[in-house]
């Protein structure tokens, strides 16, 4: 098996991976009544959040301008979805599956995250 099959198909996987982590971790907030402040107030509470690759992806492109505590960013989970779908059946034609593959080659939590999938020194299209 060549080198280029060999990283195609560790993207592929590492895709897969992503994909299944992404469509099962949402961020979810809820308001629970501030039991210290007396007038009434609520506090958002997180119970669950994104993956945390998608955290950090989305971080990567901020717009730069801020809306409450949080940074707006040009990251879209759908978009997001289909391209880790694109990945998985060896297209690469859009810039989110670019920003993903450059995504996929320096983020250190890959190896970590995905059972034995080191991603490959240099970046093939797929």
Do not use: H
Not at 35 to 62: G, H, K, P
Not at 111 to 125: E, H, I, T, W
Request: charged letters at 30%; aromatic letters at 8%.
């Amino acid at each position: 098996m060549s080198t280029l099959i060999l990283c195609r198909n560790k993207y592929k996987k590492i895709a897969k991976a992503m994909l299944q982590e992404l469509e099962s971790n949402r961020l979810e907030v809820v308001l629970i009544p501030d039991c210290y402040d007396m007038t009434l107030n609520s506090r958002r509470v997180v119970i669950s959040q994104n993956a945390a690759w998608y955290r950090e992806f989305c971080s990567l492109y901020e717009r730069g301008r801020r809306s409450g505590r949080k940074s707006d960013t040009l990251i879209k989970r759908e978009n997001t979805v289909k391209a880790l779908k694109k990945i998985i059946n060896g297209v690469n034609d859009s810039v989110y599956t670019e920003r993903l593959l450059d995504f996929m080659e320096t983020y250190d939590g890959l190896d970590l995250l995905f059972n034995g999938f080191p991603v490959c020194p240099s970046r093939v299209a797929i």
